[in-house]
């Protein structure tokens, strides 16, 4: 079992920068793909950024891609997504998940352990 939770949600104005923190921990000797999703009022929870167990490989939603940036400490952990440039649209809870497979994963059905979410608000 891995036990993550997210932190570093906020309230920002458009344009503005924040860096949403990923913990995980429990059984984190395995090597874990990182994704961060999110799900804005009313809508479908989607995915935002990938990172591999080496983070030499990263995967953006093209609605993120050039304005956020996801990474690893050190020790792989904690994961970090570092959000530039916000846009109203951007508000939404943000979850932070973990795959197992070794595969690069866009699908919500593909993590099997997900974080509480973080809420993040951008304000025009």
């Known amino acids: 079992q891995v036990q993550l939770v997210e932190s570093g949600g906020g309230l920002v104005q458009a344009g503005g920068s924040l860096r949403l923190s990923c913990a995980a921990s429990?059984?984190?000797?395995?090597?874990?793909?990182m994704g961060w999703f999110r799900q804005a009022p009313g809508k479908e929870r989607e995915f935002a950024a990938f990172?591999?167990?080496?983070?030499?490989?990263?995967v953006y939603a093209d609605s993120v891609k050039g304005r956020f940036t996801i990474s690893r400490g050190n020790a792989k952990n904690p994961v970090y997504l570092e959000m530039n440039s916000l846009k109203p649209e951007d508000t939404a809870v943000y979850y932070c998940?973990?795959?197992?497979?070794?595969?690069?994963?866009?699908?919500?059905?593909?993590?099997?352990?997900w974080g509480q979410g973080t809420q993040v608000a951008v304000s025009s």
């Open positions: 998940a973990a795959d197992r497979s070794g595969f690069a994963r866009t699908g919500i059905y593909e993590y099997q352990y």
């Open positions: 990172i591999n167990w080496s983070g030499d490989i990263t």
């Open positions: 429990g059984r984190t000797d395995s090597s874990y793909g």
